[in-house]
């Protein structure tokens, strides 16, 4: 498939499913008030795809890799993140193996974009 739109790119799809899944999460219960990890988290699920949507217009492959670059450490930091809302009781195990197999997925496309474009240079 051509991508023509950052709305077309795997890896913002995810994004923006796993960031809908947090807002979802942090919503309720004690999570809703603990306003510093629930803006946290929020904010590094929604770098995930607000990243990639930047980088897709960034004009070079090098820059949008950067982006992507930004994008996939937010996964990364939202797992972390899911590991404090566990701790502090604030999900289920269920809950953050979901979100957090989520986030992995997301960060493995990414990454797989990243390596793609590093390999595929544009003429």
């Not at 904010?43 to 990243?51: E, F, L, P, V």
């Not at 979100?99 to 974009?113: H, N, P, R, S, T």
Request: glycine share 10%; aromatic share 12%.
């Amino acid at each position: 498939m051509k991508i023509e739109r950052f709305e077309d790119i795997e890896g913002w799809q995810l994004g923006r499913k796993l960031a809908n899944q947090i807002y979802d999460l942090t919503a309720c219960g004690l999570f809703a008030a603990d306003f510093g990890l629930k803006d946290q988290i929020q904010r590094a699920a929604g770098s995930i795809m607000h990243n990639i949507a930047e980088g897709f217009d960034s004009g070079t492959n090098p820059e949008f890799v950067r982006f992507l670059g930004y994008s996939k450490r937010s996964c990364t930091e939202v797992q972390s993140e899911l590991y404090l809302a566990l701790d502090r009781g604030y999900i289920s195990q269920t809950k953050f193996e979901v979100a957090y197999k989520l986030a992995g997925e997301a960060k493995a496309v990414v990454g797989g974009f990243i390596h793609y474009l590093r390999n595929h240079p544009k003429p």
